[in-house]
T-cell receptor, first 110, second 116 residues
C-alpha cells in the first residue's frame, strides 16, 4: 500500500504557540484526512480534504491538500493543553480503507 | 461517542490461545474495518467488510480472521496468539465503501489485547 510519512514524529510546545505538521505520500491521493487520537480513545476525524490546493479550517485547525496531491499540512494556532494527543494523516488505500501515517505526538505545556 | 461499540475493552490471555473481538458499527453504516495499533507499527489496516462481504484486505495474518454478520456486527478472531500480537485493536465503520469515495470512517474506542 501507499507509504505515508509524517513529520515531525513528536512536538513539545508551550501553550499559545502555533503548530505545523505535515504528511507526504509515495503516490498521489484524491483524499487527505487528518485524525486526532486522545489517550485511551479511538482516532477522531478533524478535517477532510478532497481537492488539490484545498484549504479547510475547523476552529483553530487548518489543513491543506498539497498541489502535487502527494502531501498535506495541518496547522494548529494558539495551542491549548487539550490539543495534546497524536495526530494522524490518512489517505485511501487502493480505493477502500484508509492508510495512516505513524502520527505526530503533540505535548502542550501550560 | 462515535457510535461504534467494541467489546471487550481489555483482554489478557496466554500465548497459544484464541480470542474474539466484537464490534457493532454505527447505525446505518455498512462497512466495518479492523485496525491494529502498536507502538512501533502505528495504525495498521487489517481487513474491511462491506454489507457482509470482504471488501479489502490489509496486513492481516493468516492466524487472524474476521466476519461480518447479517445484522452488520463484526468479529475479529485471533488465534495461536503470540506475544507480538499484544496491541490495541480498533473497529471502525462508514456508511459506504470508504476510501476514495470520501466516506468518513468512525472509530470505536478499541480493545486492548495483552498476550502473556
Amino acid at each position: 500500500g501507499q507509504q505515508l510519512n509524517q513529520s515531525p514524529q513528536s512536538m513539545f510546545i508551550q501553550e499559545g504557540e502555533d503548530v505545523s505538521m505535515n504528511c507526504t505520500s509515495s503516490s498521489i491521493f484524491n483524499t487527505w484526512l487528518w485524525y486526532k487520537q486522545d489517550p485511551g480513545e479511538g482516532p477522531v476525524l478533524l478535517i477532510a480534504l478532497y481537492k488539490a490546493g484545498e484549504l479547510t479550517s475547523n476552529g483553530r485547525l487548518t489543513a491543506q491538500f498539497g498541489i502535487t496531491r502527494k502531501d498535506s499540512f495541518l496547522n494548529i494556532s494558539a495551542s491549548i493543553p487539550s490539543d495534546v494527543g497524536i495526530y494522524f494523516c490518512a489517505g485511501p488505500n487502493s480505493g477502500y480503507a484508509l492508510n495512516f501515517g505513524k502520527g505526530t505526538s503533540l505535548l502542550v505545556t501550560p | 461517542d462515535s457510535g461504534v461499540t467494541q467489546t471487550p475493552k481489555h483482554l489478557i490471555t496466554a500465548t497459544g490461545q484464541r480470542v474474539t473481538l466484537r464490534c457493532s458499527p454505527r447505525s446505518g453504516d455498512l462497512s466495518v474495518y479492523w485496525y491494529q495499533q502498536s507502538l512501533d507499527q502505528g495504525l495498521q489496516f487489517l481487513i474491511q467488510y462491506y454489507n457482509g462481504e470482504e471488501r479489502a484486505k490489509g496486513n492481516i495474518l493468516e492466524r487472524f480472521s474476521a466476519q461480518q454478520f447479517p445484522d452488520l456486527h463484526s468479529e475479529l478472531n485471533l488465534s495461536s496468539l503470540e506475544l507480538g500480537d499484544s496491541a490495541l485493536y480498533f473497529c471502525a465503520s462508514s456508511v459506504g465503501g470508504g476510501g476514495s469515495s470520501g466516506n468518513t470512517i468512525y472509530f470505536g474506542e478499541g480493545s486492548w489485547l495483552t498476550v502473556v
